[in-house]
């Protein structure tokens, strides 16, 4: 069963730029079958998802948020990566890392647990 | 984007009773060419992320108990719990994966009554 894990800085400050990485258990992070999503759950917004990228780097992102996002893939490391710059409060918010089968439907399954990052200074 | 709108916000079922989650789409997640809803149930326990119940409006995922069903078609979906547990505690929410960005819903809390 792949396992997600999402890392990083769990303080941020505001115009900065946050910056999380997502490690996965397994070596479908280099399977074309799969596609790589991170999703942020806040008090105010709900479950939002911002983007996603493929092991052949192609990416999609939510439009209220691809002016500001960079989603990358290192299949190497079995990792992939977020950053969100020039944050603000309304970014404070637990990000999740998940996965889905490409081609067949976007769902979510498996998240990672969840990193909480608040922006404060 | 397809906005998702669950009701009620929360709800309180008895042990054994059964518990409905309603969730409408702004638009229709019904694909003409396969004919399938394009939705997904989760539910999240405090401190957990979302798990996985039911895709492609009533399709379970594997290990689901049966006493979770859904259904639906076109704007409008229903999650039913048909007999609760304890451990069904949690908050529910409906995600349509028709039209990107994919959207959720605002969230169903169950509790016991």
């Known amino acids: 069963q792949v396992q997600l894990q999402e890392s990083g800085p769990g303080l941020v400050q505001p115009s900065q730029t946050l910056s999380l990485t997502c490690t996965v258990s397994?070596?479908?992070?280099?399977?074309?079958?799969?596609?790589w999503s991170w999703i942020r759950q806040s008090a105010g917004k709900g479950l939002e998802w911002i983007g996603r990228?493929?092991?052949?780097?192609?990416?999609n992102y939510n439009p209220s948020l691809r002016s500001r996002v960079t989603i990358s893939i290192d299949t190497s490391k079995k990792q992939f990566s977020l950053k969100v710059r020039s944050v603000t409060a309304a970014d404070t918010a637990v990000y999740y890392c998940?996965?889905?089968?490409?081609?067949?439907?976007?769902?979510?399954?498996?998240w990672g647990q969840g990193i909480l990052v608040t922006v404060s200074s | 984007d397809i906005v998702m709108t669950q009701s009620p916000d929360s709800l309180a079922v008895s042990l054994g009773e059964r518990a409905t989650i309603n969730c409408q789409s702004s638009?229709?997640?019904?694909?003409?060419?396969?004919?399938?809803?394009?939705l997904a149930w989760y539910h999240q326990k405090p401190g957990q992320p979302p798990k996985l119940l039911i895709y492609?409006?009533?399709t379970r995922e594997s290990g689901v108990p049966d006493r979770f069903s859904g259904s639906g078609s076109g704007t409008d979906f229903t999650l039913t719990i048909s007999s609760l547990h304890a451990e069904d505690v949690a908050v529910y929410y409906c995600?349509?994966?028709?039209?990107?960005?994919?959207?959720f819903g605002q969230g169903t809390k169950v509790e016991i009554k």
């Open positions: 998940a996965r889905s089968i490409a081609a067949r439907g976007d769902w979510f399954d498996p």
């Open positions: 397994d070596d479908s992070i280099s399977s074309g079958n799969y596609c």
């Open positions: 990228i493929y092991a052949s780097g192609t990416t």
């Open positions: 638009q229709s997640v019904l694909h003409s060419s396969n004919n399938m809803n394009y």
């Open positions: 492609w409006a009533f």
């Open positions: 995600q349509q994966y028709y039209s990107s960005p994919w959207t």
